[in-house]
């Protein structure tokens, strides 16, 4: 299983971005999302996060990007994605997707990350 994401970039105050993330390989079933985010010289910390339990998904958001940054996820292409609006300076970071996937039916789910996409937020 592979995640590639994708869809970062430079961007000026105020702007927006939306990152894409692919899973793709073995997949039976992807199960929690999320994405962090790191700055740098900072831990990686939890942006948003999105639970799937039956046919209902549990968001959640770090106080910081909370009414201006949306998860959301498509199961049909196997994508998850990070709507980012109203972009500040402190948002910079490399961003990384992370998701729970089960391989095969009847296998236990296993942690995945993607490799990471820089955003950056400059004038």
């Known amino acids: 299983v592979q995640l590639v994401e994708s869809g970062g970039g430079l961007v000026e105050p105020g702007g927006s971005l939306r990152l894409s993330c692919a899973a793709s390989g073995s997949i039976f079933r992807i199960n929690d999302v999320a994405w962090y985010g790191q700055a740098p010289g900072k831990e990686r910390d939890l942006v948003a996060s999105?639970?799937?339990?039956?046919?209902?998904?549990?968001?959640n958001y770090a106080d910081s990007v909370k009414g201006r940054f949306t998860i959301s996820r498509d199961n049909t292409k196997n994508a998850v994605y990070l709507q980012m609006n109203s972009l500040k300076p402190e948002d910079t970071a490399v961003y990384y997707c992370?998701?729970?996937?089960?391989?095969?039916?009847?296998?236990?789910?296993?942690?995945?990350w993607g490799q990471g996409t820089q955003v950056t937020v400059s004038s």
């Open positions: 999105m639970i799937s339990r039956g046919n209902t998904n549990y968001t």
């Open positions: 992370n998701a729970k996937i089960t391989p095969y039916r009847g296998l236990s789910a296993y942690e995945y």
